[in-house]
Every structure is written in structure tokens, then in C-alpha cells.
């Protein structure tokens, strides 16, 4: 018995593209039309490129954040944030459970506003803790990379 290949996500949306450009855009008869093709098979394959890296790109944005967060738990605590630190260990502690985007996309967001607490708590007591300093300026600057990673290129 052969085993039946399964087109993946990106082949079946470039293959959308292809056969749009082959079947479709020789029957349009106006500019119009062919522009709203064009857009339609530039989209299919900015999708198909974003589909092939999505989980990879989301797997190394929380990479980055974790390590980010993962200093500051001892700063907060001789900040007098407890709490706060205590709520972060345990995010850092939990396991990954499976790679499913929608997975790493909530874990994405948990990191985010671990992230902007951290953030604001370093922000609250930056005049009265010099523990924080580090982990305030370590938080601005994944911040910038986080927000130059989202924007379109």
C-alpha cells in the first residue's frame, strides 16, 4: 500500500495562487480585476510564507522573553515584590504543552504581561530600588524588540 502524500498549508496556498494566476487571470478583463487578482494572490503568499515560520518565529519571541524575565524574580524579591516574582517563577516554570500555534500564542501573551508587570513594577520603585534598574532597563529593551518583531516589514 502507497502512502498518500498530504499537502501542507503553504503548498495548498501557493498552489491557490498558482492555479488563480493560470485559470482566473486570463478570463479578467479589466485593470480592475486584475489588480483585486494580484492583491488576492500576494496575500495567499505572504500567508504561506508567514504559515512556514509562525511556529518557529513564536518559539524563539518566547525564548527571548523568558530569558528576559528570567533574572528579575531575584530583583523583585529584594524589591519588596514578592508576590510579583513568585507569580513569574511560576510562569517560567511551566512546561511548553505541545506546539500547536494557538498554544504558543497564549504563552506568547502570558510572557507579554509578565513582561509589562515586571515593567511597571520596575517603573513604580525605580527611584526607591536600585535592584531594579537592570531588569527595568533588560524589560525596555525586549519591549523594543518585541514591538519591531510585530511591526510589517
Keep these: 500500500m502507497a502512502l498518500i502524500a498530504r499537502p501542507d498549508a503553504t503548498a495548498m496556498l501557493e498552489g491557490m495562487a498558482a492555479a488563480l494566476v493560470e485559470a482566473v487571470g486570463p478570463e ?28 518557529q518565529s513564536r518559539l524563539e519571541e518566547i525564548a527571548e522573553v523568558e530569558e528576559t524575565l528570567a533574572g528579575a ?13 513568585g507569580r513569574l517563577t511560576a510562569l517560567l516554570a511551566e512546561p511548553a504543552a505541545d506546539a500547536r500555534l494557538s498554544t504558543l500564542a497564549r504563552r506568547l501573551d502570558a510572557l507579554d504581561e509578565a513582561l509589562l508587570a515586571v515593567l511597571l513594577e520596575a517603573e513604580r ?26 511591526l510589517p516589514r
Design 28 to 55: 479578467l478583463t479589466t485593470d480592475y480585476a486584475r489588480s483585486q487578482l494580484a492583491s488576492a494572490v500576494t496575500l495567499l503568499r505572504y500567508l504561506a510564507g508567514e504559515f512556514d515560520g509562525a511556529a
Design 73 to 85: 524574580a531575584p530583583a523583585l524579591i529584594a524589591a519588596g515584590a514578592g508576590d510579583l516574582a
Design 125 to 150: 520603585a525605580a527611584a526607591a530600588s536600585t535592584s531594579l534598574a537592570a531588569v527595568r532597563a533588560a524589560c525596555w529593551a525586549q519591549l523594543e524588540r518585541s514591538n519591531a518583531r510585530r
